[in-house]
């Protein structure tokens, strides 16, 4: 059978995150550590096989909050599978596309949902909610959701993602301490200060339909 040009990228990109996800991280006694980038999925439904995660190199999966009885959101049997097999967990909190518009209560009052579930999910107490702007967003004034969100788990526990201008603007402002860009709405930048970074859509790992992440810095907001 013979691959679309698309089909031959998207397998190439799988085999540079996979070759990279197994690099040795042994160093030297003595010598400064060094971080050799993270390969992880992110998915909304399903449950994927902890041995096929394994099999892949997956180290790391970002999984969704959003408000009670979606079937998207995050389990705790999910959490417990994970953390035994030393999977890290991202949190993204999204209801709609584009509900960083709705202004600082919006923000105040995902941000409570959100803290609320991760009590109730065994998260520690400082893990980080990434709050979706989930469209091209090169002006919008999502400023003000960003600081509700930070009233209520604090800035340090606020990430956001999205394309390249959302994810500056927002790093810019110092109203976010963490940043998961997609290169979607990118065109090939990159903020190098976002420690987390989408790279390749539509693929299954696991018996799961996925998104390519990589993990660029030790600290991307994985607990």
Known sequence: MKLSTQEIRD???????????????SIKHGAPSVFHPRFGIDFAFGTPSIRGLRGA????????????????NLRRSEVVAYRRAGIGIVTVWET???RALDG?????????????ML?????????VVFFAVDFDDKT???GDYFRGAAHV???HRVGVYGGYD??????????????????????????????????????????????FDRAVGPHFGAW
């Not at 600082?104 to 609320?116: N, P, T, V």
């Not at 009590?119 to 893990?127: D, S």
């Open 11 to 25: 397998f190439m990109a799988y085999l540079s995150a996979l070759l990279v996800s197994r690099k040795p991280k």
């Open 153 to 155: 788990l604090g800035k």
């Open 104 to 116: 600082a209560a919006s923000g105040i009052h995902d941000a409570q949902q959100a803290k609320q």
């Open 57 to 72: 190199g997956v180290s790391f999966v970002c999984r969704y909050l959003s408000p009670a009885g979606n079937s998207k």
């Open 140 to 142: 919008q004034p999502v």
């Open 119 to 127: 009590r109730e999910l065994g998260a520690p107490p400082n893990a």
């Open 166 to 211: 959302v994810v500056k603007r927002l790093l810019n402002a110092d109203l976010v301490s963490h940043a998961w860009q997609t290169y979607a709405w990118s065109g090939g930048a990159w903020d190098h200060r976002a420690m987390l970074r989408q790279f390749s859509n539509d693929h299954t790992i696991a018996g799961v339909s996925c998104d």
């Open 96 to 98: 709609t596309a584009a």
